[in-house]
């Protein structure tokens, strides 16, 4: 030790002044032998030398795990991987049984032996205290055993551990990185929000501890290691080896630096994972050539010559010692899957279900892909140096990714063992070629690394002589994957397509498709770079038309970029069109290659091409399919409207339901969802638009006797009235031919007088009764068919809509007032306190004022009937003055003589009144109504404005939205008044109605979208002009159940069934509540109302506003249905209540 | 000069038209009011200038509502049936949105119409932002309109 150092060693032993400029000297400027002097005179677990030298290596709690130390900084990355190694040196003894007991642990957690496994940890526990790698362990072994409910114990315990913020944070990301059924992308978008605000090289750090990678290139060693002194002696091992792995995939520039020092401890640790890193990074001979290497290398010759037994055996029995070797399961299960011995794979052990899913890859079956993500959590989810690496690569290679280059390069960094494919992907040709040229200086006897080697050698004859025992079909494919690689494209396309020509007469291989998809996707390269358009586009068609799925295999986003850069040769093939439908994330792009290639065959649609023979009836079928969906033609200008649309897409479904076997089940399945979309839209549309009918004949059914009493009074007092004027009359001309006094003759002539007048009022009378039933009638009245389809729960929900969508409603004194605050507070990015939110939520409220003062005027004020009597200011004006009458009278009615002609008469009338209160209605919507929402809309967007605050953007767009929305919802409500008479619908089944009615109260209730369940089991169809009345029955009940149901709107279930039993059916809607007492409290409700309902249906209440609808369910079942014995029931069973209707199929269904 | 305006909201056509009713030099103005009935005006009308929407419905019903499905994009999809058919109209890009669609894939009307210039700049003149309460983008609307008519 040299003085320095000494005097160093000194100071930091008397804790005096002077010790932190001796920590920084031997820190920084210590060579290694006198850093490992030092460290062997001071006292490893003093305080003092944790906090200034070395960190705490070894942490009794969990608290101590990760704990802060005030060491000097060492800013040099070179001088902070030395200081590291000293320190790995001096505990070298520690990390070697670390190493022995992370060996023992992986295999056992692997093979699923938990109880060894704990028993590992508790070992691992005992001889090191606690760290990250327990930690993280527990988890995976929690989750493994007793899933989430165990990971949540856990973190309970280090909760009343008081393990700190930092352990905190980080376990509460090992438990999520534990998950099962987790995706990545999820994981590290929850890291990427956790960590934004978080200092830089603490960000660093956990990311490395918990994805075992960095997001970002930019990072400095000494930066990450410096962070590193934070956490014990294990961790710090751990991560500097992933550290060394991440440098060398990345070509980082300390790779070197890092090698350098993986040579220095692998003398030491006794890590085969250490010593496979050493030997790939460095540039001299191999050290890690013994054990498992040679063995696998026997395996890998045994199945490139097709000796699978062999191959099997030899990889199995290494797999089962060191079942984090990738190498190892790959070869076994290629073997297995060669053998038919793919019941030696099952079980339901990690190791088992890693071969399960690594044999789905590779027969690239229908749980491929799910395999693939499998595979890619597992690496996650089992934190092995050796597994976790060439998982993400294995990943990489089966998807298209842009990353997927350099997680190959970290992969291969991380294999544990040699063998001859490690570094064929990801790599330069250099690296490669020198990785093969140093295994066969290391393994001269294996005939796997001499034939990758030769194959590849510019001019080799391929099949190659001297590889008699390896297959042709072989020798073609890896010729052929390595020229592409190399970029010997004429090599590579000679190859490529000698081996799929090969491949065609024996795809029972079980590794066909996989082997196929690979060569197809290097020669999709090859033709790429040579230019040829045409070849290239087909053979990424010919790769999808044998397995759809392994489009995900190619960067097929690239290769149609070049196809548009030779547009005019490549669009004169069926295969652009289908490329383009594979490649384009936009619906457009896809229309107008699909059009650009229509157009050189002259068809402006694509069932043009049906008679154009010479295209491949599949690949027709395929472009029918796949590519030609409603969203591709809707931009067509021959299509320019939804039923044009609707008409070729059925078109094309049909063609392809005839021509392809292969795919007529799917374009029935679609033709059947697009005519039952077709059907709910026309009825939706029906609905909409017969909001306001007067049904004529039922009208005249139900209230005929009220009607024809009405008449037979104005018949018997025009009778009357006619024989008192003739009386009149004579007595009149008496007196006139005698000499009486003129004032008697005067008196008679008024008496007569008198008598006109009283017909005009028993006119008066009669016309004013019909009139109060055409309006008042139960079912069939006008006033009835207003509340039930416009006022009831309608209008209100569909004025609001808009702004509800938009969270711009939000009251002061309702409990949603939190949820939307909240909502706002988020994407307007306010933290508390901000007096600028307050002014929002003030301009919110204000808005919402105005806006539920409009909507109330409209229901109660706008769509009313206005009469005499009445004397509202409806815009339904039924008001007749005397004139009026009499032109009615005189015109029309004084000479009627029976009902049906006096009624048809008034009826006309009233029919044209209703017209014209139609159209006034609709007048005050297009323009009133949409003026004064826009007004109130202008006035909140300038207060917003007046603010000046640049973050309010979102409400302001929002509220400009809005205002651009109204215009339609005022369109749409003006359409509600078109006038319809009520034409009959074609029969129908139940499962309409249902949608029916959920689309309408999902249509008024947008938060409550995709939160209806239907089930419908009856045989019956619906007479159609029971439709209209069965969709608002339904529709009655969903709206109660959204509006009462009390439950929090994510938790909102509801359902509709429709069942029918001999000649009964039953109507139901069901929804849960916010608890059992609550369900037996409405329940209990609606009986109460449905007593008073049933005892006698007072037709005042059918129309009147808010209640429950039923009086409405009532009437229609009563008058329209004419059944009496219909029967509404209500039930709940724990938190679920259900209202239902049974009345007899009979006379409405079929 | 023949203009079209390409928009769905009744109110914005209204104040466009206005603003066009004091440039002498527009002859005619033709409303189409979506993705559909704009691509078949460009076509058959063969306008000069075109007052563009970003975001339109695809077509309209018999009763003259949008019907068909809402393209957030539908201007910039507008635009490329343009190059795709080879019409030359020049085009000013009317929004009145600071951004479109949520994160994460929202976009700022800035590097919207940034963007447009850049793709289309065979045709592009520029972008407005257009707004109910207030009249700033009056005048920068009649100065591209201006501008347009020079660059025709």
């Given at each position: 030790m040299d003085q320095q150092a000494f005097l160093a060693v000194a100071a930091i032993r008397s804790r005096g002044k002077?010790?932190?400029?001796?920590?920084?000297?031997?820190?920084?400027?210590?060579?290694?032998?006198?850093?490992l002097e030092a460290l062997r005179q001071l006292p490893i677990d003093d305080l003092f030398v944790e906090e200034l030298l070395t960190g705490r290596l070894f942490a009794r709690t969990w608290r101590d795990v990760f704990f802060q130390v005030?060491?000097?900084?060492?800013?040099?990355?070179?001088?902070?991987?030395?200081?590291?190694?000293?320190?790995?040196?001096?505990?070298?003894?520690?990390?070697?049984?670390?190493?022995?007991?992370?060996?023992?642990?992986?295999?056992?957690?692997?093979?699923g032996q938990w109880d060894a496994a704990t028993d590992l940890l508790s070992r691992h526990q005992a001889a090191f205290g606690q760290s990250l790698w327990l930690a993280a362990w527990h988890y995976l072994v929690a989750e493994e055993t007793n899933g989430i409910t165990a990971r949540r114990e856990l973190t309970q315990q280090l909760?009343?551990?008081?393990?700190?913020?930092?352990?905190?944070?980080?376990?509460?990301?090992?438990?999520?990185?534990?998950?099962?059924?987790?995706?990545?992308?999820?994981?590290?978008?929850?890291?990427?929000?956790?960590?934004?605000?978080?200092?830089?090289?603490?960000?660093?750090?956990?990311?490395?501890?918990?994805?075992?990678?960095?997001?970002?290139?930019?990072?400095?060693?000494?930066?990450?290691?410096?962070?590193?002194?934070?956490?014990?002696?294990?961790?710090?091992?751990?991560?500097?080896?992933?550290?060394?792995?991440?440098?060398?995939?990345?070509?980082?520039?300390?790779?070197?630096?890092?090698?350098?020092?993986?040579?220095?401890?692998?003398?030491?640790?006794?890590?085969?994972?250490?010593?496979?890193?050493?030997?790939?990074?460095?540039?001299?001979?191999?050290?890690?050539?013994?054990?498992?290497?040679?063995?696998?290398?026997?395996?890998?010759?045994?199945?490139?010559?097709?000796?699978?037994?062999?191959?099997?055996?030899?990889?199995?029995?290494?797999?089962?010692?060191?079942?984090?070797?990738?190498?190892?399961?790959?070869?076994?299960?290629?073997?297995?899957?060669?053998l038919h011995l793919e019941d030696s794979l099952d079980g339901a052990t990690p190791i088992s279900?890693?071969?399960?899913?690594?044999?789905?890859?590779?027969?690239?079956?229908?749980?491929?892909?799910?395999?693939?993500?499998?595979?890619?959590?597992?690496?996650?989810?089992?934190?092995?140096?050796?597994?976790?690496?060439?998982?993400?690569?294995?990943?990489?290679?089966?998807?298209?990714?842009?990353?997927?280059?350099?997680?190959?390069?970290?992969?291969?960094?991380?294999?544990?063992?040699?063998?001859?494919?490690?570094?064929?992907?990801?790599?330069?040709?250099?690296?490669?070629?020198?990785?093969?040229?140093?295994?066969?200086?290391?393994?001269?006897q294996s005939l796997a690394m001499k034939f990758l080697r030769d194959i590849q050698l510019p001019n080799s004859p391929v099949p190659l002589a001297e590889f008699p025992s390896v297959p042709p079909i072989r020798q073609h494919l890896f010729a052929g994957l390595l020229a592409a690689r190399r970029h010997n494209d004429d090599i590579a396309s000679r190859n490529l397509n000698a081996f799929l020509d090969l491949q065609k007469d024996s795809m029972n291989d079980p590794l066909a498709l996989f082997t196929t998809e690979e060569a197809r996707k290097a020669l999709a390269d090859v033709y790429r770079r040579k230019d040829d358009v045409v070849k290239m586009q087909r053979v990424v068609v010919e790769a999808y038309q044998l397995r759809p799925a392994s489009i995900r295999y190619f960067p097929v986003g690239r290769l149609f970029r070049f196809c548009e850069d030779y547009a005019n040769e490549a669009s004169n093939h069926i295969e652009y069109a289908i490329l383009a439908g594979l490649a384009c994330s936009s619906s457009h792009e896809t229309s107008m290659a699909v059009r650009r290639f229509l157009n050189t065959l002259a068809v402006d649609r694509p069932s043009g091409l049906a008679t154009k023979d010479h295209i491949d009836r599949h690949l027709l079928a395929i472009l029918f399919l796949r590519v030609c969906t409603w969203d591709v033609l809707d931009s067509f200008p021959a299509?320019?409207?939804?039923?044009?649309?609707?008409?070729?897409?059925?078109?094309?479904?049909?063609?392809?339901?005839?021509?392809?076997?292969?795919?007529?089940?799917?374009?029935?399945?679609?033709?059947?969802?697009?005519?039952?979309?077709?059907?709910?839209?026309?009825?939706?549309?029906?609905?909409?638009?017969?909001?306001?009918?007067?049904?004529?004949?039922?009208?005249?059914?139900?209230?005929?006797?009220?009607?024809?009493?009405?008449?037979?009074?104005?018949?018997?007092?025009?009778?009357?009235?006619?024989?008192i004027r003739s009386e009149a009359l004579g007595t009149l001309s008496g007196f006139q031919s005698a000499t009486g006094p003129p004032r008697i003759a005067r008196r008679q002539a008024e008496h007569i007088l008198q008598g006109q007048a009283s017909e005009i009022g028993t006119f008066a009378s009669a016309f004013t009764d019909i009139r109060d039933i055409f309006l008042s009638s139960p079912h069939f009245g006008v006033d009835a068919c207003l509340s039930s389809r416009v006022r009831h729960g309608i209008v209100i929900q569909h004025l609001r809509r808009p702004f509800v969508e938009r969270r711009l409603m939000v009251r002061s004194d309702v409990p949603e007032r939190a949820e939307i605050e909240s909502y706002w507070r988020r994407r307007l990015a306010v933290s508390d306190g901000k007096s600028n939110f307050k002014r929002v939520l003030a301009i919110l409220f204000r808005l919402t004022r105005h806006v539920e003062a409009i909507a109330e005027e409209v229901k109660n004020i706008w769509i009313q009937i206005a009469t005499e009597s009445r004397r509202s200011s409806g815009l339904f004006d039924y008001t007749f003055n005397e004139r009026q009458l009499r032109d009615l009278l005189d015109n029309r009615?004084?000479?009627?003589?029976?009902?049906?002609?006096?009624?048809?008469?008034?009826?006309?009338?009233?029919?044209?009144?209703?017209?014209?209160?139609?159209?006034?209605?609709?007048?005050?919507?297009?323009?009133?109504?949409?003026?004064?929402?826009?007004?109130?809309?202008?006035?909140?967007?300038?207060?917003v404005e007046s603010l000046s605050e640049p973050s309010l953007l979102p409400l302001r767009n929002d509220l400009v939205s809005c205002r651009t929305e109204i215009e339609r919802t005022c369109q749409e409500m003006a359409r509600w008044f078109d006038y319809s008479d009520p034409t009959l619908m074609g029969d129908m089944d139940f499962h309409l109605v249902a949608r029916t009615a959920v689309g309408m109260a999902e249509r008024l209730n947008p938060d409550f979208r995709g939160r209806h369940r239907i089930e419908c089991h009856t045989p019956y169809r619906l007479k159609g002009r029971y439709f209209t009345a069965l969709v608002h029955i339904l529709f009655f009940l969903l709206e109660n159940a959204i509006r009462y149901s009390s439950v929090p709107l994510t938790s909102y279930q509801g359902a509709v069934r429709i069942t029918s039993e001999g000649n009964r059916l039953c109507l139901g809607v069901e929804n849960r509540m916010l608890s059992d007492d609550a369900a037996i409290q409405a329940v209990e409700k609606i009986r109460i109302q449905l007593q008073e309902l049933r005892s006698a249906l007072d037709p005042v209440k059918v129309v009147r506003e808010g209640g429950t609808g039923f009086a409405k369910i009532i009437a229609t079942t009563r008058y329209e249905f004419k059944q009496n014995d219909a029967v509404i029931e209500a039930n709940s069973e724990l938190t679920l209540v259900s209202v239902s209707l049974r009345c007899q199929v009979a006379g409405i269904a079929a | 000069m023949n203009v079209l305006i390409i928009d769905d909201t009744d109110y914005k056509i209204s104040g466009l038209k206005a603003v066009l009713a004091n440039c002498d030099f527009v002859t005619e103005v033709r409303v189409a009011k979506s993705f559909q009935s704009g691509t078949r005006a460009l076509r058959q009308f063969k306008p000069d200038l075109v007052l563009l929407d970003m975001t339109l419905p695809t077509t309209e019903s018999a009763r003259g509502g949008a019907d068909g499905r809402w393209r957030l994009f539908g201007g910039k999809e507008v635009l490329a049936e343009m190059r795709f058919s080879n019409i030359a109209a020049k085009v000013i890009l009317i929004t009145q949105f600071d951004h479109y669609g949520e994160h994460p894939h929202r976009v700022e009307s800035k590097t919207l119409i940034a963007e447009m210039k850049r793709d289309f700049a065979e045709i592009v003149v520029g972008g407005v932002y257009y707004s109910n309460i207030d009249s700033i983008w009056v005048s920068r609307l009649r100065d591209m309109v201006i501008a347009a008519r020079r660059n025709l």
């Open positions: 002077a010790a932190h400029r001796g920590a920084k000297y031997l820190r920084s400027s210590a060579d290694s032998t006198d850093q005030k060491a000097p900084p060492i800013v040099n990355s070179q001088r902070s991987i030395d200081w590291l190694m000293s320190v790995f040196e001096q505990h070298s003894d520690a990390i070697r049984t670390h190493v022995a007991l992370r060996k023992k642990f992986d295999c056992a957690a692997l093979h909760r009343l551990a008081e393990c700190g913020p930092h352990l905190f944070f980080l376990a509460g990301f090992f438990s999520i990185s534990a998950d099962k059924s987790l995706p990545e992308s999820q994981l590290r978008d929850a890291l990427a929000n956790a960590m934004r605000a978080a200092d830089p090289s603490l960000r660093q750090l956990f990311e490395l501890l918990i994805l075992e990678d960095f997001p970002s290139p930019h990072w400095l060693a000494s930066e990450v290691l410096r962070s590193a002194e934070f956490i014990p002696l294990i961790d710090r091992y751990e991560l500097f080896l992933r550290l060394a792995t991440i440098a060398a995939g990345t070509a980082h520039a300390e790779a070197g630096r890092l090698a350098a020092g993986l040579q220095r401890i692998k003398m030491f640790c006794r890590d085969s994972r250490v010593d496979y890193l050493s030997d790939t990074m460095g540039r001299s001979i191999f050290y890690h050539v013994g054990g498992n290497t040679q063995k696998l290398l026997a395996a890998w010759d045994a199945h490139l010559t097709g000796d699978y037994a062999r191959g099997y055996e030899i990889s199995r029995n290494v797999a089962m010692e060191e079942p984090d070797l990738i190498v190892a399961n790959e070869t076994m299960v290629r073997c297995a899957m060669q279900l890693l071969w399960q899913h690594l044999r789905n890859v590779l027969a690239k079956n229908q749980n491929a892909e799910d395999s693939i993500n499998y595979l890619r959590r597992l690496g996650r989810r089992f934190r092995i140096f050796s597994l976790t690496g060439p998982l993400r690569g294995l990943h990489a290679r089966h998807v298209a990714s842009d990353s997927g280059d350099e997680l190959l390069r970290r992969g291969s960094f991380m294999m544990g063992v040699h063998s001859p494919r490690n570094f064929e992907r990801g790599h330069t040709e250099e690296v490669s070629n020198s990785y093969l040229a140093r295994c066969i200086e290391a393994f001269p299509l320019d409207t939804t039923s044009k649309v609707e008409s070729e897409r059925l078109a094309l479904l049909r063609w392809v339901s005839q021509y392809d076997p292969t795919l007529n089940r799917v374009a029935e399945t679609e033709m059947l969802r697009l005519t039952q979309e077709g059907q709910l839209r026309d009825a939706l549309e029906r609905i909409e638009g017969t909001r306001v009918t007067v049904d004529l004949p039922g009208l005249k059914e139900a209230e005929y006797a009220r009607f024809a009493d009405a008449y037979f009074r104005f018949a018997a007092e025009r009778e009357l009235g006619s024989q009615l004084r000479d009627v003589v029976d009902v049906d002609t006096f009624l048809d008469a008034i009826f006309d009338e009233l029919l044209a009144r209703t017209r014209q209160s139609l159209k006034t209605v609709q007048k005050q919507v297009r323009e009133e109504l949409l003026r004064r929402l826009a007004d109130v809309l202008d006035d909140a967007l300038k207060s | -």
